[in-house]
């Protein structure tokens, strides 16, 4: 390894209830650590101040397991990246301070993420074993995660230009509640996918938002869940249980096509070549299917990250700093963490 040239970049992600630390060199994987909080589960869902404390818990050794699984030193670390917004204000001012002493006490620039944008950038990480195809630009992104749901026009990796977005409930949240409507512990969204493989999408029919433009709701679908489910079990109280499957795949059906509308829409409009798909929804099998499917009527080469790019991780975060890196574009140790931030 060329000491003098090569770019080995620590990226730590703590936004949510993930605490995550990866190591790049060159743009290519050598370590990716997640280690996801479990003490929410009992709550049914986040709860800030114990998502803080548990990232205060985990982050050293999240770090030393990403640093030790990369086989280098904390020497050879060429900058840290960091995630410092939008997220949990008190779950991103752990991994702010955290890279900001490291970072000083190592003598390294310290370079400072998007969240949102690392989602997308994660198409343009390098995995040993796989082929580097990454999307070319400009390419549009449908970016669904837990908090954020998006349709990104991406020009460069410095350049986003959001044509829609959400005005309520992201994707992944339209997920997590409908399951809590349905009795299913948090997260739900992965749970409501896989009970939906045994499920009939054409079961129930949900409320579709009927809103003009690019952006997205969620709210309208969403309370016509609840409300169809509470006339149901009053005529019948075991009618959630008697129907899960079903009732599962109808959820994930009609999720999915509110987000696939949107998209075709505005494909129509913007010709490009590249779709991607990033966040912790891409990693459910109707929303790749019915994307990868859009894109072949569109005539576009559809991008559907790995799963362990999909949700939270700090891959992402350190392929971003890796190219924030090349730009020599670094943030100073007055940097402060941001909970909502502009893309
Ligand atoms: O991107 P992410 O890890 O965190 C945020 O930045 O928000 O996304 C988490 C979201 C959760 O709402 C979770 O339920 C959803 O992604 N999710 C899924 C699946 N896997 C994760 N939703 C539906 N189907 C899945 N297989
Ligand atoms: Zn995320």
Same mark, same amino acid.
């Given at each position: ?12 992600? $703590? ?36 998502? $803080? ?291």
């Amino acid at each position: 390894m060329d000491q003098n040239s090569d770019i080995i970049i620590l990226g730590i992600e $703590s936004s949510c209830d993930d605490t995550g630390a990866a190591v790049l060199l060159n743009g290519e994987l050598l370590s990716n650590v997640t280690y996801t909080q479990d003490v929410h589960k009992a709550w049914g869902g986040v709860v800030p101040e114990l998502a $803080s404390r548990a990232h205060e818990a985990r982050i050293i050794p999240v770090v030393d397991a990403a640093i030790k699984n990369a086989k280098i030193t904390k020497q050879s670390i060429s900058a840290v990246a960091f995630t410092r917004g939008p997220g949990l204000p008190g779950s991103l001012m752990v991994g702010v301070s955290f890279a900001k002493s490291l970072a000083l006490a190592l003598q390294r620039p310290l370079i400072e993420v998007h969240h949102m944008q690392a989602h997308i950038l994660a198409h343009f990480i390098k995995t040993p074993g796989t082929e580097y195809d990454p999307p070319e630009f400009p390419f549009i992104c449908l970016t669904v995660s837990g908090g954020h749901t998006q349709i990104v026009k991406v020009h460069a990796y410095d350049r986003f230009e959001v044509l829609g977005e959400t005005i309520d409930d992201a994707a992944g949240e339209a997920f997590d509640k409908t399951a809590k409507i349905l009795g299913l512990p948090y997260p739900g969204g992965p749970l409501v996918d896989k009970l939906a493989q045994e499920g009939n999408p054409q079961a129930f029919r949900f409320a579709r938002p009927a809103i003009k433009g690019y952006d997205y709701s969620f709210s309208g679908f969403k309370t016509s869940v609840l409300y169809s489910l509470q006339k149901w079990q009053k005529e019948d109280p075991d009618f959630s249980t008697k129907h899960l499957n079903d009732l599962c795949a109808s959820i994930q059906f009609t999720i999915t096509e509110i987000l696939m509308d949107k998209l075709q829409q505005v494909l129509k409009v913007h010709r490009v070549k590249d779709i991607a798909l990033a966040g912790g929804v891409s990693a459910n099998s109707e929303v790749r299917r019915r994307f990868a499917e859009l894109a072949v009527r569109q005539g576009c080469r559809a991008h559907i990250p790995p799963f362990a790019y999909c949700t939270d991780n700090a891959a992402m975060i350190a392929a971003s700093g890796h190219f924030k890196y090349l730009a020599g574009d670094f943030s100073s140790q007055n940097i402060m963490a941001m909970a909502r931030m502009e893309m």
